[in-house]
């Protein structure tokens, strides 16, 4: 196995698998490609194509990525995981809107495994939730989410700053697991990615996507640092609100106390926590 944590190692990559119980056990495939645009495109590509449950793509370079409101989101060959999950749920339409946070929780939770303790904002964006590493206030991106519906099937998107240094960085208040101090291998971190979001997606499906008994909703709610927090939230249509997030509710929106105690929940739009 290669010792460059650049060198992508497809060893690494089987070895990792067949640890994990729940990944080697027939969900997939994973195709990993040396570069490619966009994951998420290429991956529903192959749900057009009949792409079963669980197949992947990963990218060892990621040159034209997307993030949440057209932002662009590039992986730099051999320092960032970017990866993309087919997901086929069986449960009802509206209860969908939780893949994003399912997803966020899932990765967290590899990250935690991996020894570095991540929250999230609402409704996808993964943190270090501590000062930036040019003095600004945090918390401090490490990666991101998007999900797309693609016919029946869900496309989930995630990418993780792995081993990007301090001038690979692509804003300055954004972090890699390098710059944290935890050293974590892309081929392992993909499979932890991967059994940690099997094992969410299941019990949520068991749930019939109720986000109350399957214990995603509290699961959200404790690694979300929007909640609590005065947040500034522009609305489709420039409409803004200000207020503090004070909770999630069971169709995974943001709920806002606004300034004049009125509550309101919000779906989309990009939201953004007051230091």
């Keep these: 196995m290669s010792d460059d944590p650049r060198t992508w190692d497809d060893a690494r990559l089987a070895a990792a698998l067949d640890r994990s119980a729940r990944v080697g056990s027939g969900w997939g495939p994973i195709a990993v490609l040396p570069s490619t645009g966009s994951t ?6 192959q749900v057009r194509e009949g792409a079963p449950e669980g ?14 409101l057209g932002r662009a989101w590039e992986s730099p060959a051999g320092a960032g995981l970017a990866m993309s999950v087919v997901l086929r749920p069986v ?7 939780w893949l994003p946070l399912l997803a966020g929780v899932a990765v967290t939770d590899a990250l935690r495994d991996a020894g570095l303790t991540a929250s999230l904002t609402w409704p996808n964006d993964v943190m270090v939730d501590h000062d930036a590493h040019d003095g600004s206030p945090g918390p401090r991106k490490l990666g991101g989410i998007l999900v797309e519906r693609v016919e029946d099937a869900v496309v989930v998107g995630i990418g993780v700053n792995v ?7 692509p804003v300055p208040r954004a972090t890699s697991t390098r710059l944290e101090g935890v ?6 971190l993909v499979v932890a990615v991967l059994d940690r979001l099997r094992g969410h ?6 749930a019939d996507g109720d986000p109350r008994s399957c214990g995603l909703l509290d699961a959200y709610a404790a690694r979300c640092l929007t909640l609590g927090r005065s947040v500034h939230a522009t609305l489709p249509g420039d409409v803004v ?3 503090e997030g004070t909770g999630i509710d069971d169709d995974g929106r943001l709920v806002v106390r606004l300034r004049d105690g009125a509550l309101r929940s919000v779906s989309a739009g990009d939201v953004t926590v007051v230091r």
Excluded at 40 to 45: F, K, L, M, Q
Excluded at 163 to 169: I, N, Q
Excluded at 183 to 188: F, G, I
């Design 183 to 188: 050293d974590v291998r892309r081929e392992d």
């Design 55 to 68: 197949f992947t793509v990963v990218a060892d370079e990621q040159t034209d990525g997307r993030g949440r």
């Design 40 to 45: 998420n495109a290429d991956a529903a590509d």
């Design 91 to 97: 449960v009802i339409d509206r209860r969908w809107t």
């Design 201 to 206: 997606y299941v019990r949520w499906q068991l």
């Design 241 to 243: 609100l200000e207020g």
């Design 163 to 169: 081993d990007l240094d301090r001038d690979e960085l």
